[in-house]
């Protein structure tokens, strides 16, 4: 939507730029970036490329024909693709001059230019590109750390039309504002991944692909789940927001754990074993004495993510006395266990039955899907188990996206 005025124009990108600072999950902000500029623009669909090295790497895709109320849909977010940053492409064209380019159909683009229009997403989709408006995303610092693409601007028929001068001069703007935000929410990204890959050296089952997973699996079980419940839309964001960062920490407590249990290769005695379930008690810990609402799901995910629905979990309602831990014998039941935690715990047992470990090959597919239905009301939450059967197409692509290559 083009405003009344130039001036009102740039006072609501201001406003929008400012609020970008809250937003402290690098997903939801390219989510919100992406909604504001397919805003100014009334455009269908749009996608941001990260910088990665000397390439740029797919990051983040609306697409209002192809998502937008369609179970599944959110698969495509999970797209796994790596362009160089050099004239064959439009995107790595535009990185590697850090300008814009206004293309008014992609389909006919002039004989003379370097770049080409890459239609396989296109032709896998189905979907039509036609006038593209890709922009740098360039830092206050003039470092390049992406690329920005506003796909079939519409008029108010919704017929796909050319993006016009001003457009490209207020997405421009609006770019460059959210581009610093993006570099910061990348710098808490990467401090969560480094704290994981610090229990990474001491237990190698958490490395941070598996994280990355039972993360993404997470919100996008969440999503399903809080759509259903016709929980309001703003809510389902921030929920997502603090949601992604605090299921990567599931098993941070782990470092507590002495390396002759966390390592042995032998079965866990009683005794061992009761020590290994104070890694939930111990990761709660290290979020307890703050007073934000990203640590409080930090530290309940880490608490109850071996909680299970039938009350035979762990930690349970445990009491302590000094020092001294004691874990009761039954656990959480029901909704006593929160809801973060319900989710993390499907998305980290279905991640650990179908990812080969250094002790087991990858079970496969099928028995994966068999053994967790049949924990339907058991282990699992079932309503949060049927909102992980209906987006399963979307869990296969994050597994896929979120691999080694
Ligand atoms: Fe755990
Ligand atoms: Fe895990």
């Known amino acids: 939507m083009i405003y009344k005025s130039q001036k009102d124009n740039y006072f609501e990108i201001i406003k929008i730029s400012e609020q970008l600072g809250q937003i402290r999950d690098v997903d939801s902000l390219l989510d919100r970036i992406l909604s504001e500029a397919r805003k100014i623009t009334n455009a269908d669909a749009g996608s941001i490329y990260l910088k990665k090295g000397d390439s740029l790497s797919f990051e983040y895709v609306q697409n209002d024909t192809l998502m937008k109320n369609v179970a599944g849909g959110n698969k495509y977010l999970y797209t796994k693709q790596v362009i160089p940053i050099d004239d064959k492409s439009i995107a790595g064209y535009v990185a590697a001059h850090k300008t814009f380019l206004r293309l008014d159909d992609v389909y006919n683009l002039d004989k003379n230019v370097p770049y080409t229009f890459n239609r396989n997403f296109d032709k896998s989709s189905s979907y039509h590109t036609q006038s593209v408006l890709t922009v740098p995303l360039i830092t206050s610092r003039d470092k390049i750390i992406g690329v920005m693409q506003i796909i079939n601007a519409r008029d108010e028929e919704g017929n ?10 207020l997405v421009t703007l609006f770019a460059n504002m959210a581009a610093s935000a993006i570099e ?4 808490t990204r990467e401090i969560i991944l480094r704290m994981i890959k610090i229990a990474e050296l001491r237990d190698p089952e958490e490395t941070t692909l598996h994280v990355q997973r039972v993360a993404a699996y997470s919100i996008e079980i969440y999503e399903q789940w809080a759509q259903k419940k016709k929980i309001p839309s703003e809510t389902i964001k921030n929920v997502k927001d603090i ?3 605090a299921s990567m920490l599931h098993d941070v407590g782990k470092v507590a754990i002495s390396d002759s249990i966390l390592k042995k290769k032998q079965q866990l005695d009683d005794d061992e ?7 939930t008690i111990y990761g709660a810990q290290l979020f307890v004495d703050s007073n934000s609402d990203w640590d409080d799901m930090a530290a309940e995910i880490a608490l109850n993510h071996h909680e299970k629905w039938d009350g035979t979990g762990y930690p349970g309602f445990f009491s302590q006395n000094g020092k001294d831990i004691s874990i009761p014998i039954s656990g959480k039941k029901g909704t ?3 809801l973060s935690a319900r989710i993390v715990s499907l998305a980290d047992v279905y991640d650990a039955l179908i990812s080969p470990r250094y002790y087991k090959n990858a079970w496969n597919e099928e028995n994966v899907l068999a053994e967790i239905n049949d924990q339907k009301g058991r282990h699992f939450d079932p309503e949060i188990l049927d909102a992980f059967f209906e987006i399963y197409p979307v869990i296969k692509a994050i597994k896929n996206k979120y691999s080694k290559d």
């Open 184 to 187: 910061r929410a990348q710098m």
């Open 336 to 338: 006593e266990i929160p």
């Open 273 to 279: 074993r009761k020590i290994m379930k104070l890694h």
């Open 243 to 245: 949601l992604r960062i």
């Open 160 to 169: 796909i039309i050319p993006f016009s001068k001003e457009e490209e001069t």
